[in-house]
């Protein structure tokens, strides 16, 4: 369980991107987080990883409360949430293989754990055949597949993505979508902010809106709500 109790975040130059916000969200849920440019989605999803810390407020994930969470901890919470980002975010120079092995290596798996784990979310994301090329040898659509592959190979309880189909074109976007609903059919809890309109008006869940640093909606089965 995701709970956040009356978050506001200011930042160092002094625009406020979260006031007020009061969110739960349970074990297994999908949720997209929709909302004008500017308006805290991105703020909103960085806090539940600590990649920001709220100005005031907290939040908890699970029974673990963040604001009190000491920096060293901060892997330990990581391990259980899987990032996906715009961008991608792969190491050039290793192949698929390596770029999703090295998640499991630096929290020193057995050779064999690694291995299977590997070509488990490979198979996941449909991508075994390509385990041995490099980032640049694939489509964008694949290379966003790896970087869902290298987000669920710990196993994590949370999947969180931020725009994760802002570079891909719109027929590719609905297979990424359709990824993330497998990897939610699992029990995994993925959080998604998008500007796709196709997608939340295809693939129904729960729509939280923010605008202006608060919640404007936060609907089962939502809309998207805005014009684009
Ligand atoms: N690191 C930062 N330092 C200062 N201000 C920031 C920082 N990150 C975001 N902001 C500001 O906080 C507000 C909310 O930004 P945020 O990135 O959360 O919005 P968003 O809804 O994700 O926008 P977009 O859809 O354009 O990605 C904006 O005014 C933005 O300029």
Do not use: C, W
């Not at 975040?9 to 997209?32: H, P, R």
């Not at 497998?182 to 605008?211: C, D, L």
């Amino acid at each position: 369980m995701i709970l956040m109790k009356d978050v506001y975040k200011t930042y160092a130059n002094g625009v406020t991107a979260l006031s007020g916000v009061n969110v739960k969200i349970d074990q297994g849920e999908f949720v997209y987080v929709v909302g004008p440019s500017g308006a805290g989605k991105s703020t909103f999803v960085k806090l539940i990883f600590r990649e920001e810390k709220p100005s005031s407020g907290q939040i908890f994930i699970n029974d673990i409360n963040l604001s009190e969470l000491k920096e060293r901890k901060i892997p330990y919470l990581r391990r259980n949430i899987g990032v996906v980002y715009q961008d991608f975010r792969l190491l050039p120079k290793l192949t698929v293989y390596e770029n999703i092995a090295f998640a499991l290596e630096v929290i020193e798996e057995s050779p064999r754990n690694i291995r299977n784990r590997v070509m488990d979310v490979l198979d996941v994301v449909g991508l075994k055949n390509k385990a041995k090329s490099i980032p640049d040898e694939l489509s964008g659509g694949e290379q966003q597949r790896v970087s869902i592959a290298r987000a669920i190979v710990n196993r994590p309880k949370i999947v969180i993505a931020d725009e994760p189909t802002g570079n891909l074109d719109p027929e590719t976007s609905l297979d990424i979508l359709k990824t993330f609903e497998s990897i939610n059919e699992g029990g995994t809890t993925v959080i998604m902010a998008t500007h796709s309109k196709a997608i939340v008006n295809q693939f129904k869940k729960r729509v939280i809106a923010i605008e202006d640093g608060i919640i404007a909606r936060d609907e089962q089965q939502g809309e998207y709500g805005y014009e684009v």
